[in-house]
């Protein structure tokens, strides 16, 4: 078992156990006592009073025979997450996007919020607000609020530190913004971190993770690491900011203050600025999203546009550069690329593991995976939901009694 937080007493130790059993459930679906009872390392016993106390509270519930230990059946417990939703919130450069999910991870709704940087920041805080609040009264059962924030963000401070392009949301503290604003919890969270939390969750790798990290490449490049179930935050929040990490020294200067950093070269706004310089008849109806813009450079590569593919080819080797600097300050079991960047995957793909392979230790290397996301919800308000059900899932007896 994980080494857990000190506790101060006996009913501080139960919750822990609550949480621990009730995020099981979150990830098995289904399962026997003694399954659990093999998983936490507790008694038979404990486990037995610990369930039973988790099913008179309404979160999980008895779900029939099963097959449990040498093909005996067993009783089933199964956590009851329909019952309980929370919204995730996903706030970008330009879009806003709000969704309901129940603890299991499955989307009810999503509405979205364009919004243009030249707008007053208090304006666009209070349409996100709205759409929560319109949220709160369609939806039923809601327990928690996530909200994914660009980063670096400082989590003490309640503020975004820098974002490029976005000045004038420095000064706007998103926890005096929240904290009162609904009467449900509010949790707040950079979105390569909330990334990084919906991959390990629910990004169905297929193997027992030690350390995975989430590589975001869109309107700006982060990155946010998960060992052994938790976030490596750092002392304000803002570990592992590998796009303000210098690719070259001599480089642009960044608006944090670094030269040459790997956002400046590996980002969406870059590889737009670059293709309407070189392919500049695929811009020649106005599309309406970034997303659409970067389609059709991807598309225009896949299609044998010598040039496109040339941009794609270079955006892909600076993509693996930042691969080389997680592999080498994390050592990950795996490497999730997501974001805008992920719709061109099988043509960056091969060029990213290439270069990443030319740069780093072959032992370390050859044991890291490297793949783009496959979420078909973006990663980030997956992730803004995850933060809110794993705070939750800490605990259950606060947040899931019968509601």
């Not at 050859?366 to 496959?374: E, G, L, Q, R």
Request: aromatic share 6%; charged share 25%; proline share 3%.
């Amino acid at each position: 078992m994980q080494d857990r937080d000190p506790v101060v007493n006996n009913s501080d130790l139960t919750e822990v156990h609550r949480s621990e059993i009730v995020k099981i459930l979150q990830q098995k679906e289904v399962c026997s006592r003694a399954e659990i009872a093999k998983i936490t390392g507790l008694t038979q016993a404990s486990i037995t009073k610990i369930v039973g106390n988790l099913i008179d509270m309404g979160i999980i519930s008895e779900s029939g025979l099963i097959k449990g230990n040498g093909n005996r059946r067993a009783i089933g417990v199964k956590l009851n997450s329909d019952r309980y939703r929370v919204i995730g919130v996903k706030f970008g450069r330009h879009l806003i996007i709000a969704g309901v999910f129940d603890i299991s991870g499955k989307l009810y709704e999503q509405r979205e919020i364009e919004f243009d940087l030249a707008q007053d920041a208090k304006v666009v805080i209070g349409s996100m607000k709205a759409q929560i609040h319109t949220l709160l009264e369609e939806f039923d059962n809601i327990v928690a609020i996530g909200v994914a924030l660009p980063g670096p963000y400082l989590r003490s401070e309640g503020r975004i530190a820098m974002v490029t392009r976005m000045p004038v949301w420095h000064d706007v503290n998103f926890l005096e913004e929240l904290k009162d604003e609904f009467d449900k919890p509010v949790f707040i969270e950079q979105d390569a971190n909330a990334g990084a939390l919906a991959e390990y969750w629910f990004g169905n790798h297929g193997r027992p993770l030690h350390t995975l990290a989430y590589f975001l490449v869109g309107e700006g490049v982060g990155s946010g690491i998960v060992d052994n179930g938790n976030l490596l935050l750092g002392e304000q929040g803002a570990a592992s900011e590998i796009g303000h990490i210098s690719i070259d020294c001599h480089g642009p200067r960044c608006e944090c203050g670094n030269y040459g950093c790997l956002e400046l070269y590996a980002s969406v706004p870059v590889l737009l600025k670059k293709a309407k310089q070189e392919v500049p008849e695929l811009f020649t109806n106005d599309p309406r999203h970034r997303i659409e813009e970067c389609g059709r450079i991807f598309e225009a590569a896949r299609s044998g546009n010598i040039r496109a593919s040339a941009l794609v080819e270079e955006m892909a080797k600076y993509i693996g550069y930042g691969c080389v600097t997680l592999i080498n300050a994390y050592n990950p079991d795996i490497i999730v690329i997501g974001d805008m960047m992920a719709m061109g995957g099988d043509l960056l793909l091969p060029e990213i593991k290439k270069t990443a392979k030319e740069r780093t230790i072959a032992e370390l290397f050859d044991n890291t995976v490297i793949k783009m996301s496959a979420l078909t919800i973006d990663p980030v308000l997956y992730g803004a939901a995850a933060i809110a059900t794993d705070r939750v899932l800490a605990r259950p007896s606060e947040y899931l009694q019968t509601i």
